[in-house]
């Protein structure tokens, strides 16, 4: 795909080149500084492109945010909700998840950690610790991800 562009670049530059013979020297000299311009930043680019086609198989676009989907609909008009997970947000993957969720629940707010609102977010690391936790809240599941991702209510 990439040879195909840089051949039709090829190509156009070659047949602007042709109609060189009419243009006076100034614009002889312009043209040919931007044709040269425009090689070397293409050049550049190619470059930088193949570079990065190398590293992205090994890093694919990852999106956790797909753990968190489907809760809109039931959270609608809550404009904070909690958060709580037994994890290290300072863990760039739990940061993540954490992130996404407030990304794809947006513009509701997530309060890590503060347990006193009506739904709370329950990202634990395993089902034990999560049932403890509702226990404690005295709070009831409304949604269960496959994932391990619970919304709880807490009972007024």
Do not use: W
Request: proline content about 4%; overall charge positive; some cysteine.
């Amino acid at each position: 795909m990439a040879s195909k562009f840089v051949k039709k670049i090829f190509t156009i530059m070659k047949k602007s080149t042709e109609n060189l013979s009419t243009l006076s020297l100034s614009q002889k000299i312009f043209s040919g500084l931007l044709i040269l311009l425009i090689g070397l930043n293409l050049f550049g680019f190619m470059k930088e492109f193949f570079s990065y086609q190398k590293i992205r198989r090994f890093f694919p676009h990852q999106f956790a945010g797909y753990k968190f989907l489907g809760l809109q609909s039931v959270l609608k008009g809550e404009p904070i909700i909690g958060y709580y997970t037994d994890k290290n947000l300072d863990d760039p993957k739990n940061n993540k998840d954490f992130s996404q969720a407030q990304f794809v629940l947006a513009p509701i707010i997530l309060d890590v950690n503060n347990m006193r609102h009506r739904y709370i977010i329950l990202d634990c690391s395993n089902k034990d610790i999560a049932l403890e936790k509702m226990n404690k809240l005295n709070a009831s599941p409304v949604k269960v991800s496959s994932t391990g991702i619970i919304l709880v209510e807490r009972k007024p």
